[in-house]
C-alpha cells in the first residue's frame, strides 16, 4: 500500500524542552532533514484542469483596480464594482462560456475556474460578475433560444445590458416551486402579464437591483387559458434610458448588508407589467399565439428540475470561490503564525513562534488538510459541470449527478470557509481584527454564501433524499428471497458492530500502543471504509425508519420526515465528506515525486481522521471503532500535525498566491522584520553589557 511505505515510524521533529513547554520544531524541511515538497508540482494540481485559466485571471487581477479598497462608503464600493466590471469586458475576462459566434469560446469549465479567482480581488466583484454573466446572462443562454441570444447576448456580453436574476422571493427563497410572482398570458395582445400579487412575492436581494439593473430574467408562474404550467423565466426591462423604473415596476435599495456592500441588491414588485410573447424564454416549454402550452418534456417536476439545473453553475462557482477564501485565510495566518513570537518556555529561551504550539497546529493544520480536499473535489466537480455542458456527457442521470455534488459540496465548503477565517482570524489576535490584513472582511464577504444559490441545509436534504432514492433502487424487481437475505445481512452488520466485534484486527493490536495501532489500522483503505461505511449505515437506517411512510395519510408521512430530517442532512454531509476524501486521494495517488508524496499523504490522513474525530460519538456508539482505537485517533492527528508543521509554508505556498493578491500586511514579511529587529537589539543590548538583570532568576534546565 502506497501510504503504508512511506509513513516513517516517528514524526520529522519532536523536540520539546524539559519543563514541557513548546516544541522547538524544525520550521522548514530543510530544517527537520526531510525532502521538500515540490511546491510548483503542488501548485499546478490545486490549479487543476483549468491552470492556465486560473493564472490569467490571477496575473489579470495583480492590477489594483481591481482590488477592495477598504473604507469605502456603501454607494462608492458599488460604483467601484461596476466600473470593475467593465475592465472585466475590456479584459476579455467574461466571454468563456458564451457562443464562439460572439466572440465567446464556450469554455464553461474555464469560465466559472476564472470567475471564482476574482474572490481575492473583491468577493463582491466576483459575485456582482456572476450575477451578470452567470445567472442573468446564463438564464438567457440556458433557457432561450437562439431569438434571445441574437437579441441580447451581445449586450449582456459587453455589459451594455446589466441586468438581475429575479428568482427568489421574499416569502420564498430555496421553495422556488412555491413564488408567488405569476405571468399570465393575455392571447388578446399576445403578452404576459407579471403581477406580483402580495408582499412576500416581491423579488427581493437581487443583485444590480436596486440600481445598475436595466433589465431582469424574472421567474413566475405560467398560467395560460386557466392553468399553471410551473415556475417559467421571463427576460424583463426594468429601466429607461434615465436609469427610471418602466410603468407598472417598482422596487427598494436592500441597504447596507452584513457584507458584499459593493454589489447594488434590491427587491422588485411588477404591478400588471407587460411583455412580449417572445420575451418567454422558451428552451422547455413555449406558448402559442393563442395560448396553447406546449414542452418536449411533458412531466411538470422533471421541466421544473431540468430548467433549474441549467442554472447549477452559480453553486459550482461559490464551491470554489469558498474553497480559495479558505486557502487565502489560511495562507495569512499560517504565514503569520511562522514569523510571530509569542511567550517563551520559562527556560530563559527566545519566545516561540506560534506555529510550534501544538495548539495553533491544531487549530490550522486540520482546516489546511480540509481546504485541499474542498479544492481537490471542486475540481473534479467542475470536470463534471463542464463535461455536460459541453455536451460530451450529457445525459438525465448525468445532470442529476451534477446537482447531487453541487447540492453536497456547496454546502461544505461555505461552512468550512466561515469557519477557517473565524479560527484564522483569532490565530492572528489583534492583528487579524485589523481591516488591512484582510480577513475580518473575507469572513463577513463570504457570510452570505452559505445562503446564496440554496440554503446549506436545504441543499444537504436534496442530496439525503438523492442518496434514499438511489438505496432504493438496488431493491427495485428484487424478490422477497433477495430482501430477506440483505435483511439478515443488514441484521448481521449491525450485530458485528455493535456487539463489539471490531474491525482491523482492533481487539489484539487495542492492548498493545493504541497511537501506533491507529496508524496501521487507518491508513488509505480503512479511513475510506469507515468514512464509506457510515454513509451506508445512516441512508440503510434512515430508509429503514421512513419505510412505513407509504402506508401513512400524507399528514403523517411528513411528521415522520420531519422527525428524521436531522439525520438526514447529517448522512448527505458524511457523503460529502467521502466525495472529498476520495478526491483527495485521487489527487495523491497522481502526484509524481515520493517526498511530495509523502506529504500529501499525510495531509489526506490528517484530513480523514479529522473527519473520523469530528464524528467519533457515532462510530462508537455503533461500534465501528472501539473506545481505544477511538481514543487514539486524536493522539495520532496531534502526531500529525507536528509530522506536517516543517510543511506548512510549503502546502500554503503552494496555493500560488502572489503578494498582489494577498495584500495583508502581516503576511508580508512584515512581521519577520519586527522579529529580526527586536532579536538585534536584544543581542546588542546583551554584548554592550548593559542589560539590566531580571529580578526573576529563570527555571534552572
Given at each position: 500500500?502506497?501510504?503504508?511505505?512511506?509513513?516513517?515510524?516517528?514524526?520529522?521533529?519532536?523536540?520539546?524542552?524539559?519543563?514541557?513547554?513548546?516544541?522547538?520544531?524544525?520550521?522548514?524541511?530543510?530544517?527537520?532533514?526531510?525532502?521538500?515538497?515540490?511546491?510548483?508540482?503542488?501548485?499546478?494540481?490545486?490549479?487543476?484542469?483549468?491552470?492556465?485559466?486560473?493564472?490569467t485571471?490571477?496575473?489579470?487581477?495583480?492590477?489594483?483596480?481591481?482590488?477592495?479598497v477598504?473604507?469605502?462608503?456603501?454607494?462608492?464600493?458599488?460604483?467601484?464594482?461596476?466600473?470593475?466590471?467593465?475592465?472585466?469586458?475590456?479584459?476579455?475576462?467574461?466571454?468563456?462560456?458564451?457562443?464562439?459566434?460572439?466572440?465567446?469560446?464556450?469554455?464553461?469549465g474555464?469560465n466559472?475556474?476564472?470567475?471564482?479567482?476574482?474572490?481575492?480581488?473583491?468577493?463582491?466583484?466576483?459575485?456582482?460578475?456572476?450575477?451578470?454573466?452567470?445567472?442573468?446572462?446564463?438564464?438567457?443562454?440556458?433557457?432561450?433560444?437562439?431569438?434571445?441570444?441574437?437579441?441580447?447576448?451581445?449586450?449582456?456580453?459587453?455589459?451594455?445590458?446589466?441586468?438581475?436574476?429575479?428568482?427568489?422571493?421574499?416569502?420564498?427563497?430555496?421553495?422556488?416551486?412555491?413564488?408567488?410572482?405569476?405571468?399570465?398570458?393575455?392571447?388578446?395582445?399576445?403578452?404576459?402579464?407579471?403581477?406580483?400579487?402580495?408582499?412576500g412575492?416581491w423579488?427581493?436581494?437581487?443583485?444590480?437591483?436596486?440600481?445598475?439593473?436595466?433589465?431582469?430574467?424574472?421567474?413566475?408562474?405560467?398560467?395560460?387559458?386557466?392553468?399553471n404550467?410551473?415556475?417559467?423565466?421571463?427576460?424583463?426591462?426594468?429601466?429607461?434610458?434615465?436609469?427610471?423604473?418602466?410603468?407598472?415596476?417598482?422596487?427598494?435599495?436592500?441597504?447596507?448588508?452584513?457584507g458584499?456592500?459593493?454589489?447594488?441588491?434590491?427587491?422588485?414588485?411588477?404591478?400588471s407589467?407587460?411583455?412580449?410573447?417572445?420575451?418567454?424564454?422558451?428552451?422547455?416549454?413555449?406558448?402559442?399565439?393563442?395560448?396553447?402550452?406546449?414542452?418536449?418534456?411533458?412531466?411538470?417536476?422533471?421541466?421544473?428540475?431540468?430548467?433549474?439545473?441549467?442554472?447549477?453553475?452559480g453553486?459550482?462557482?461559490?464551491?470554489?470561490?469558498?474553497?480559495w477564501?479558505?486557502?487565502?485565510?489560511?495562507?495569512?495566518?499560517?504565514?503569520?503564525?511562522?514569523?510571530?513570537?509569542q511567550?517563551?518556555?520559562g527556560?530563559?529561551?527566545?519566545?516561540?513562534?506560534l506555529?510550534?504550539?501544538?495548539?495553533?497546529?491544531?487549530?490550522?493544520?486540520?482546516?489546511?488538510?480540509?481546504?485541499?480536499?474542498?479544492?481537490?473535489?471542486?475540481?473534479?466537480?467542475?470536470?463534471?459541470?463542464?463535461?455536460?455542458?459541453?455536451?460530451?456527457?450529457?445525459?438525465?442521470?448525468?445532470?442529476q449527478?451534477?446537482?447531487?455534488?453541487?447540492?453536497?459540496?456547496?454546502?461544505?465548503?461555505?461552512?468550512?470557509?466561515?469557519?477557517?477565517?473565524?479560527?484564522?482570524?483569532?490565530?492572528?489576535g489583534?492583528a487579524?481584527?485589523?481591516?488591512?490584513?484582510?480577513?475580518?472582511?473575507?469572513r463577513?464577504?463570504?457570510d452570505?454564501?452559505?445562503?446564496?444559490?440554496?440554503?446549506?441545509?436545504?441543499?444537504?436534504?436534496?442530496?439525503?433524499?438523492?442518496?434514499?432514492?438511489?438505496?432504493?433502487?438496488?431493491?427495485?424487481?428484487?424478490?422477497?428471497?433477495?430482501?430477506a437475505?440483505?435483511?439478515?445481512?443488514?441484521?448481521?452488520?449491525?450485530?458485528?458492530?455493535?456487539?463489539?466485534?471490531?474491525?482491523?484486527?482492533?481487539?489484539?493490536s487495542?492492548?498493545?500502543?493504541?497511537?501506533?495501532?491507529?496508524?496501521?489500522?487507518?491508513?488509505?483503505?480503512?479511513?475510506h471504509?469507515?468514512?464509506?461505511?457510515?454513509?451506508?449505515?445512516?441512508?440503510?437506517?434512515?430508509?429503514?425508519?421512513?419505510?412505513?411512510?407509504?402506508?401513512?395519510s400524507?399528514?403523517?408521512?411528513a411528521?415522520?420526515f420531519?422527525a428524521?430530517?436531522?439525520?438526514?442532512?447529517?448522512?448527505?454531509?458524511?457523503?460529502?465528506?467521502?466525495?472529498?476524501?476520495?478526491?483527495?486521494?485521487?489527487?495523491?495517488?497522481?502526484?509524481?515525486?515520493?517526498?511530495?508524496?509523502?506529504?500529501?499523504?499525510?495531509?489526506?490522513?490528517?484530513?480523514?481522521?479529522?473527519?473520523?474525530?469530528?464524528?467519533?460519538?457515532?462510530?462508537?456508539?455503533?461500534?465501528?471503532?472501539?473506545?481505544?482505537?477511538?481514543?487514539?485517533?486524536?493522539?495520532?492527528?496531534d502526531?500529525?500535525?507536528?509530522?506536517?508543521?516543517?510543511?506548512?509554508?510549503?502546502?500554503?505556498?503552494?496555493?500560488?498566491?502572489?503578494?498582489?493578491?494577498?495584500?495583508?500586511?502581516?503576511?508580508?514579511?512584515?512581521?519577520?522584520?519586527?522579529?529580526?529587529?527586536?532579536?538585534?537589539?536584544?543581542?546588542?543590548?546583551?554584548?554592550?553589557?548593559?542589560?539590566?538583570?531580571?529580578?526573576r532568576?529563570?527555571?534552572?534546565?
Amino acid at each position: 500500500m502506497a501510504d503504508a511505505a512511506v509513513r516513517p515510524t516517528t514524526p520529522a521533529e519532536d523536540k520539546r524542552t524539559p519543563a514541557g513547554g513548546a516544541p522547538t520544531a524544525a520550521h522548514t524541511a530543510a530544517e527537520a532533514s526531510e525532502a521538500q515538497i515540490d511546491v510548483t508540482a503542488v501548485t499546478n494540481l490545486l490549479l487543476g484542469t483549468w491552470a492556465d485559466t486560473r493564472r490569467t485571471a490571477r496575473e489579470m487581477i495583480k492590477d489594483p483596480a481591481f482590488w477592495r479598497v477598504d473604507g469605502l462608503s456603501m454607494a462608492e464600493h458599488r460604483e467601484r464594482v461596476l466600473s470593475q466590471l467593465h475592465l472585466l469586458v475590456e479584459n476579455k475576462a467574461v466571454h468563456r462560456a458564451f457562443p464562439k459566434r460572439f466572440g465567446g469560446s464556450e469554455d464553461n469549465g474555464g469560465n466559472i475556474a476564472g470567475f471564482e479567482e476574482l474572490v481575492v480581488a473583491d468577493p463582491s466583484l466576483q459575485i456582482k460578475s456572476g450575477v451578470q454573466w452567470g445567472l442573468f446572462g446564463a438564464a438567457v443562454l440556458q433557457l432561450g433560444t437562439q431569438e434571445h441570444h441574437d437579441k441580447w447576448l451581445p449586450g449582456i456580453m459587453s455589459l451594455e445590458i446589466p441586468g438581475a436574476f429575479a428568482m427568489t422571493e421574499t416569502g420564498h427563497g430555496s421553495d422556488v416551486a412555491a413564488i408567488g410572482t405569476t405571468a399570465t398570458y393575455d392571447p388578446e395582445t399576445e403578452e404576459f402579464v407579471i403581477n406580483t400579487p402580495f408582499r412576500g412575492a416581491w423579488k427581493d436581494y437581487l443583485g444590480n437591483a436596486a440600481l445598475h439593473g436595466i433589465a431582469a430574467t424574472v421567474f413566475a408562474q405560467l398560467i395560460t387559458n386557466g392553468v399553471n404550467h410551473g415556475v417559467h423565466c421571463f427576460y424583463v426591462p426594468l429601466r429607461d434610458d434615465n436609469g427610471d423604473f418602466l410603468p407598472g415596476i417598482g422596487g427598494e435599495d436592500d441597504g447596507l448588508k452584513g457584507g458584499l456592500n459593493g454589489i447594488d441588491n434590491g427587491r422588485l414588485h411588477f404591478d400588471s407589467v407587460r411583455v412580449p410573447r417572445t420575451n418567454l424564454l422558451n428552451r422547455y416549454g413555449d406558448v402559442a399565439p393563442d395560448g396553447t402550452y406546449s414542452s418536449e418534456i411533458a412531466s411538470p417536476g422533471r421541466r421544473f428540475f431540468t430548467m433549474l439545473g441549467t442554472l447549477v453553475q452559480g453553486r459550482i462557482s461559490l464551491d470554489g470561490a469558498a474553497s480559495w477564501g479558505s486557502a487565502l485565510g489560511l495562507y495569512i495566518a499560517i504565514t503569520y503564525g511562522n514569523q510571530r513570537r509569542q511567550f517563551d518556555s520559562g527556560l530563559g529561551t527566545p519566545e516561540v513562534v506560534l506555529l510550534d504550539y501544538g495548539k495553533h497546529q491544531r487549530r490550522l493544520l486540520p482546516r489546511l488538510a480540509t481546504t485541499y480536499a474542498h479544492i481537490f473535489a471542486h475540481d473534479e466537480f467542475l470536470q463534471k459541470f463542464d463535461a455536460v455542458f459541453s455536451g460530451v456527457t450529457d445525459t438525465d442521470d448525468d445532470r442529476q449527478d451534477l446537482e447531487t455534488l453541487a447540492a453536497a459540496l456547496k454546502p461544505l465548503s461555505t461552512w468550512h470557509a466561515l469557519d477557517t477565517l473565524q479560527e484564522a482570524r483569532e490565530a492572528c489576535g489583534g492583528a487579524g481584527f485589523l481591516f488591512e490584513n484582510r480577513l475580518v472582511g473575507l469572513r463577513q464577504d463570504l457570510d452570505i454564501y452559505a445562503t446564496f444559490e440554496g440554503d446549506n441545509n436545504v441543499l444537504l436534504q436534496l442530496v439525503g433524499k438523492r442518496l434514499l432514492s438511489d438505496y432504493g433502487r438496488q431493491f427495485k424487481g428484487k424478490d422477497a428471497k433477495a430482501l430477506a437475505a440483505f435483511a439478515v445481512g443488514q441484521t448481521a452488520g449491525k450485530v458485528f458492530h455493535g456487539a463489539g466485534l471490531r474491525q482491523f484486527g482492533q481487539a489484539v493490536s487495542d492492548f498493545g500502543s493504541t497511537a501506533r495501532a491507529v496508524e496501521r489500522g487507518l491508513r488509505a483503505d480503512q479511513q475510506h471504509e469507515l468514512l464509506a461505511g457510515r454513509v451506508q449505515q445512516m441512508v440503510a437506517d434512515l430508509a429503514g425508519r421512513l419505510r412505513p411512510a407509504a402506508k401513512l395519510s400524507p399528514e403523517e408521512a411528513a411528521a415522520l420526515f420531519n422527525a428524521n430530517q436531522a439525520e438526514l442532512i447529517e448522512a448527505a454531509r458524511a457523503h460529502g465528506e467521502l466525495l472529498m476524501w476520495e478526491a483527495f486521494t485521487d489527487a495523491v495517488n497522481k502526484t509524481q515525486g515520493e517526498s511530495t508524496r509523502t506529504v500529501l499523504t499525510w495531509l489526506r490522513d490528517l484530513f480523514g481522521l479529522t473527519v473520523v474525530e469530528k464524528h467519533l460519538a457515532w462510530y462508537l456508539i455503533n461500534g465501528r471503532l472501539s473506545a481505544q482505537r477511538a481514543a487514539a485517533v486524536s493522539s495520532y492527528i496531534d502526531r500529525l500535525c507536528l509530522r506536517l508543521r516543517p510543511h506548512a509554508q510549503d502546502l500554503v505556498d503552494a496555493f500560488g498566491y502572489e503578494p498582489e493578491h494577498v495584500r495583508a500586511p502581516i503576511a508580508s514579511g512584515a512581521e519577520q522584520a519586527r522579529q529580526d529587529e527586536a532579536a538585534a537589539y536584544y543581542a546588542e543590548l546583551a554584548a554592550s553589557g548593559r542589560a539590566p538583570v531580571p529580578e526573576r532568576k529563570p527555571a534552572k534546565k
